[in-house]
Every structure is written in structure tokens, then in C-alpha cells.
């Protein structure tokens, strides 16, 4: 089988980690695989295409702000390489590199889109249109895989649902003393945290107020605010106002081999928003981690967690109902560590890679045999 995967962007986050992992799985089975990103505005995808060792595709610019002379050029020069790669099928993940496919790939080229987050299942004539003229549309959750077979007409037979998966070997239970000795936090005390970019709809601020109820039940407890973003100094204010200084501590961005490490600085791990991906890595990473996660009962963190068994699920905005969820389990930690087992468990089998990957090529091949939706 030879693959194109089509990203419109630039740097290296949770899309293009997850592609990237499908190119390597496809790629270690025997496939030819081939990507495409966003050629022009700055980022490390690039770089890490080439590093990783897959042919790019160069001469596509896939810019999601293009002018329509660069959208042109784009589905021409797209139009060549399928000519000269002979290429089976090609998967998109974004709406713009989506759309350029549709209007590049012959009949018998197949065209897979994955539509992963929320925002990408909107309503609109035109995405119901793109998704149905698709050879085959992948979901990250059951609840998506509904709505493209609900609202958007998708047929079923061409809807897959193709949960994330985690490297249960990276990520792995132990105990990081040495970040909360850099915080200042007690070995000993209940930690509850969050592992995410800083953004407004992260539901930080949620997090924040809903700690001010789990301080006044557990005065030991702490949260720690890991990672980066534009939303920062707006919540420190947040956390300052609510008088919370000392107890919810912003610990910093951490990659590489600080990542698996933050995460075991924490008793619970907390994750309100999917975010950009929409398989939600985060949760899987926290849940192979051995730590229970809180989170909102939408997409795919509402069918990861598995409520009262691997920690807890929430309705969005439910301040209230979040913090009586943390107090639960940062004052029982002997409980939150039996549900952290659960879910530890739950990661390595429901979300081992081996299974995506199988499911992404059984995908392929079901997608490869069905008759071409192009005429």
C-alpha cells in the first residue's frame, strides 16, 4: 500500500505527533508512506519529517491562510505527484489539506479524512459535502463517529472509530519527589494537576476556582498548572484574586523526558478540553501514568474514563460537581491509586499502539476494497 498523509501545519503538536505515529506503524508493516505539511510558515514539522527519515512533499505549501493562487497551485502540483507516485489512498486531517485532496485525487485514488475534535463536526453544507464525497472518514470517539453518520449523512460502512494509544513503556507509574521538591510542595501531600498548553479554552480557569472548594476540605492539597501559553499571565491573576498563591504553583513547560516525569508529580490528573487532539493523549498518558484523571464527559475523555473505576467524569461547567470529584479522590489517595491501577490497566489494553495501528490498516484496506465515492 502506498499512503500520502496530508497535515496543513507547521509545528510539531498533538495532530502531527499523531500522524507521525501512523506514518511509523504503516511504515514499520511494510507500507510506503509519504507526507505533506504546511511548507511555509515557520515550525519544526518539517525538520522532523526529515529527521524521521519520510519523503516530503516539498512542493505543496498547504498554508491554511493561503490566497486562492496558492490553492491552485496546490491542487495541481498535488495532481502531479499522484500522477507520478501512483499512490493507493490518501489521509487528510485537516479541512484545508481535505479539501485539496477532493479536488486533486482521481476516482481510484482514495481519499480518508480524520475528524478528531469537535470543531471539525460542525454543521455545514459544505463539511457534510466533504465528508461524504470521502472514500472513508475516521473518528476519534463512538459520539463523533455518530454525528458523521447522523448529521452529516456519512454512510457507516465508511466511518471508522480510531481511538488514541499510548507508549505505556514512557509513560509509567512512579514518584517525581524532585518536582515538588523544585516547587516546594510536601513530598507527602495530595497533588492534583493539569498538563496542557495555557489557553483560555483549556478550562483553566475552571480548575482554579473549583480548587478554591478542594482547599477549604483538604488545606494539604496543591495543583500544579504544567506547560505554557498565551493564557498565563491571565491566570495567575485568576489565581491571585482567589487567593490561591502557594497552593495552585505553575510549574513550567516540560518536554522530552521531563513530560513522563511531570506526570508523576501528581496523585490526579485533570482534563477538561480536548484541545487540537482530539484522541485526547493527555488523558492516556495520565492513565498509563497510574494516576486517575477528572474530566468532562464529552468526545473521546468521556469514553476513556471510566467513571468511578479510573477516576472521574463531570458535566462542562459543573464547577462544583469538579471540585467535590478532587476532594474524593486527593483525600483518599489509597483510593486514587486503586483507580489509578484501573486505569493504568485500561491504557495498556484499549489503548496499546498495537491496536491502533492494526485498526488504521485494516481501515485502509476495508476503505481500498469498497467501490470509489467519486465519480
Known sequence: MKVLMMLASSSVTGPAELMLNDAAALRAAGHTVHLACDTRRPGNLVETIKAQGFPLAEELILCQSPGAVEVWKDIRALRQRIRNESYDLIHCRFSHDHLIALFSAPRLTRVVRTAEIARALRPGRTRSLAFRRSDGVIASCVSYANILEREHRVAKERVAVLPGSVDAKRFSPARNVA???ELGVAAEAPVAGIVSRIKSDRMHDQLVRAFREVKAAVP??????IG???????????VSSLGLDGTVLFAGYRAGEQLPEAYRALDVMCWLAEGNDGTCRAVLEAMASGLPVVGCK???IAEAIVEGETGHLIEPGDERSLARALIDLLADLPRARTKGAAGRERATTV??????DTALAAFYQRVLE?????G
Open 220 to 225: 494539604e492539597a496543591r495543583f500544579l498548572i
Open 298 to 300: 464529552t468526545g473521546a
Open 179 to 181: 518536582l515538588r521538591q
Open 370 to 374: 469498497m467501490p470509489p465515492v467519486r
Open 351 to 356: 489503548f496499546a499502539p498495537a491496536r491502533r
Open 228 to 238: 505554557r501559553g498565551e493564557y498565563e499571565p491571565e491566570l495567575r491573576g485568576v
